[in-house]
């Protein structure tokens, strides 16, 4: 039996579903557009779902928006404009909310990063993948090297202090310089924020069904360990399993996903999740097809799927993010948030403990570093 429960902070996710083409790799819901961007009436059919959701929020203080996709940056400043302000219309939201928005090299406007300031945005991810034109290519991406540092510096430019760039490495052929080389690009761009991730092939992508050639395990090891150590050393925080930020740089949205935290959804796809003091917790996910979101928007049908996150299998919820954390979380955090007694964690937390997987101390849930690199190994023993 869960015990009441205090809700958590509690964040939005915008969903944007459009980008200029799919890339290979991506198993997000977005869509390659076709025709004209239907900008004006998916703004009006999300303001219409954050009605509805503000309804579950219960005027509960929103601390963070994240405004995803898709390649949101096919959207015009004006129309972010029109979202952010509608959203604080409806929703209780916090006067310092972290706003961030995905934007991608090769969908911006001169001048377009001045206007998403100007509307609200105050913290940008750029999806530069790498500065290498050839593995961009490789990947599917429509910029080339030049276009990403561009980016960049553009949006720095235009009054941006908050910025990450996402790179990926163990690219097709990919060798350890060649990725050590867009972290050197990205570190002497100033970034204050990089997120370095491992391309993996996702079921129903492009390159799923086509698989090209990817480092094998040894080289992977080398790239990791090589750019890890060089980002530490430029005086980046390893926060996160993928994340590095200078201190007070991390990003409060995916903190609050780590931590269990709260969050509604609006948009094609989006899911959400909400506790109740009684102690329920419920997952809800958006019907994802654009047009048929779009009809819909505000009404129950929108809603493809609901589901009560049961108490056993709130444990591997909510340490499937945690663990991800370099510092994991406190077990008072974990109980607060699943309403579980520390009990609930077991048998698998003494099993994590004695093949030094987790740390040692009872009132810490943590994964070592042997843990962190057998990630999934250690999840499974909370299956």
């Not at 980008?19 to 557009?33: E, G, I, R, T």
């Not at 059919?45 to 994240?66: I, M, P």
């Not at 276009?147 to 235009?158: D, F, L, N, Y």
Request: aromatic fraction near 6%.
């Amino acid at each position: 039996m869960a015990a009441a429960l205090t809700p958590p902070p509690l964040g939005l996710y915008v969903h944007l579903p459009w980008c200029v083409q799919k890339c290979p790799y991506c198993d997000f819901n977005s869509h390659a557009l076709r025709g004209e961007l239907p900008e004006t009436a998916y703004t009006q059919a999300l303001l219409r779902d954050a009605e509805r959701e503000a309804v579950g929020a219960d005027g509960r203080r929103v601390d963070s928006v994240f405004i995803g996709g898709g390649t949101p940056s096919l959207f015009s400043a004006e129309a972010i404009g029109t979202l952010l302000d509608g959203l604080r219309q409806r929703l209780n939201l916090s006067r310092t909310a972290e706003v961030t928005l995905e934007a991608n090299p090769g969908t911006l406007e001169a001048g377009r990063f001045e206007g998403f300031l100007g509307a609200g945005v105050n913290r940008l991810s750029i999806g530069v993948q790498s500065f290498d034109t050839h593995h961009l290519e490789r990947l599917g991406r429509i910029h080339g090297g030049h276009e990403a540092a561009a980016a960049v510096t553009a949006a720095q430019r235009a009054g941006f202090e908050r910025i990450n760039v996402d790179l990926m490495h163990g690219l097709p052929g990919q060798t350890a310089a060649e990725a050590l080389d867009d972290v050197e690009q990205a570190l002497a761009l100033g970034v204050r924020h990089l997120s370095h991730y491992q391309l993996t092939l996702e079921p129903g992508t492009a390159f799923f069904a086509r698989p090209p050639t990817l480092p094998d395990d040894d080289r992977l090891a080398d790239i990791e360990a090589a750019c890890a150590e060089r980002i530490d050393a430029a005086g980046l925080q390893r926060y996160e399993v993928s994340a590095w930020a200078v201190a007070g740089e991390e990003c409060r949205h995916n903190l609050n996903y780590w931590r269990f935290g709260d969050y509604l959804a609006i948009g094609a796809g989006g899911h959400a999740k909400l506790s109740s003091p009684e102690g329920r917790i419920s997952r809800t996910h958006k019907q994802r097809l654009p047009r048929l979101y779009q009809d819909l928007a505000g009404t129950d049908a929108a809603i493809a799927g609901r589901r009560d996150v049961d108490t056993d299998e709130r444990p591997l919820e909510y340490l499937m993010n945690a663990l991800r954390l370099t510092d994991g979380t406190s077990m008072a955090d974990a109980q607060a948030r699943t309403g579980l007694p520390a009990s609930a964690f077991e048998p698998g937390l003494s099993e994590a403990r004695r093949r030094g997987l987790m740390v040692q101390d009872p009132s810490r849930l943590q994964a070592t570093v042997l843990g962190q690199r057998f990630l999934n190994d250690l999840l499974e023993l909370f299956e």
